[in-house]
Each structure stands twice: as C-alpha cells, then as structure tokens.
C-alpha cells in the first residue's frame, strides 16, 4: 500500500510540475509577444519618417544620383519595415492571437493591384508577367482579404526576385468545387529536392544553396494567415527550373449553393 501512495505521489507532483511549468510557458510567450510588439512599433514609426521625408527628396530632386541613393533607401527602409511586420505577425501567430476579419472582396480587383505593385519591378528584369483568372470565378468572395493580399505579394515579390532576366510570371486564379486556387509559377532558381519538405519552416533559408537566395520567415507566416482562414498551400518546384505556389482558399459560394 505504501508503494501505491508513493506512485501516487509521484504522479501529483509531476502534475503539478507540469500545470507550472505550462503556466511559465505562457507568460514567456505573451511578455514576448508584448515585447516584439512594442519594438516592433517603436522601430516602425522612425522607419515610416524615413520613408516620408525620402518620398520628398524623390519628387522634389532633380539630380540623378542623389534620386538613385534615395531609391536605394526606400528599398532598404521599406524592406526593414516589412521584416518587422513579419516579425509581429510570428508572435501573434505563436500566441494565438493573430485575428482573421473576414470580408467580401473580389480577387480579380485583388489580383490587379498585386501585379501593378511589382510590375515596375518585373520590367526591369525583363519579365512576362501574365495573369489568368477563370471566367466561372464568383465576383465576390469572403476572406481577410488584407492577409490574403499579404501571402499574394509574398509569393509574387519572391518570384521576381529569384526568377533571372527574360524569365516568366504567371499568376491564374481558378474555381475548383470547395476552393479557389491562386498560383503563382515562376521559371527562377526552384528549390532543391532536399529541401522541399522545409520551405515553409519557420526561419528555413536556403542560403547555404543557393548564396543567400532563399526564403525565410515569409512563407512559415503565409502559411499559417492561409491555414487560419481554412485554407492550405503547397509548393511544386524543380532546381533550376523554377517553382509554383499553391494557395487554396475556402469557395464559400460553393458552400452556400450546397446548403
């Protein structure tokens, strides 16, 4: 008997071991989350100054070079700003507190806005950009279209950046039953076979294999924004040969038809 009470003993204190230490766990995560959140604001807002008085320098400059260095840091400030964004949105995901506001949104208004923010980018490097959307695509969808509109420019901003010169870009948008497929296929640097299974890990990077081409943080974050609306991604790739990102999100007219 005496056995018994130990054993039970034992298991009351690896409980209580465990309620405190889950306990620690989560204070650890919200004064985190806290913390990032306030850095995060506190470097944002000289970030967004820089921005505005560089915005100034290039409407009103007229010399060349002093325009150049001003492009230059808007690159660099508005991919600071960014980094951020991410960094905030990791920590509200670890928390479990990044909120999904569903509205109604057309994809094909969205899918225009997307392309015109890197188009300018595209041409420089000589890329086709082409879009196809399917005639059959509901004029009106429901989602959090701003998270949404994030994971797009994700995957388009990478695309450019990794595809070379002359390459192509094609985005098509298509119903298929329960979901709306949004793709986005690229014929850049792809990812190596080793390597596929990790590409939406947090932090994951492929540097080492390709030179600091690689993705990060993004694509652990575009992920997770999909999965919380009831959606999926997958990603179909070959070294060398390019890649294609696949964002599958809930077709609620398909839904309600259903009902």
Known sequence: LGDVYKRQD?????????????????EASRY?????????????????????????????SRNRDIKKYAVDIQTAARSLHSIFNEILDSSKI??????????EYNLGIMLNELVSMVSVRAAEK?????VDVDDSMPSVLKGDDLR?????????????????????IRVEAEVLGMFVRLSVSDTGIGIAPEHMNDVFQRFFREEKVHNEKGVGIGLYLAREIITKQGGYMKVVSKEDAGSTFFIYLPNEQEELSQN
């Open 148 to 168: 949404i509109k994030q994971v797009a420019v994700n995957l388009l901003t990478n695309a450019v950046k990794y595809t070379p010169e002359y390459g192509k």
């Open 10 to 26: 034992k298991k009351a204190r690896e409980r209580d071991e465990f309620r405190k230490a889950k306990i620690a766990a989560e």
């Open 126 to 130: 000589n890329l086709e950009l082409v």
């Open 32 to 60: 985190m989350s806290e913390f990032l959140a306030k850095v995060s604001h506190e470097v944002r807002t000289p970030i967004n100054a820089v921005l505005g008085m560089d915005e100034m320098i290039l409407r009103e």
């Open 94 to 103: 670890q928390s479990g507190r990044m909120e999904i506001v569903p509205v």
